[in-house]
């Protein structure tokens, strides 16, 4: 499997972005982002950066750029997958 640098390129933009937000940045310590999990309720996780780096946060990336692309109306980063498995693959 090899790093796709595009999509973790548009990710960190998107991130940027996001993180922007005073609101959000308020909340979100430094060299953390937020990501929504979830596939009905979404759940708000603040994880460091270091994660996108991660070949298993990678792969959910991955199934959220097909699934969502990187502008979701949520704000922010928005992960398919059930909490559980989110939580697991860490």
Do not use: W
């Amino acid at each position: 499997m090899g790093l796709r640098l595009p999509r973790i390129v548009k990710a960190k933009a998107s991130l940027k972005r996001i993180l922007s937000s005073s609101e959000i940045a308020a909340s979100v310590p430094k060299c953390h982002f937020v990501v929504y999990v979830g596939e009905a309720e979404k759940k708000r996780f603040v994880v460091p950066i270091s994660f996108l780096n991660h070949p298993s946060f990678q792969n959910l990336l991955s199934r959220a750029e097909e699934e969502y692309g990187f502008d979701h109306p949520m704000g922010a980063l928005t992960i398919p997958c059930t909490e559980e498995a989110f939580i697991e693959s860490h």
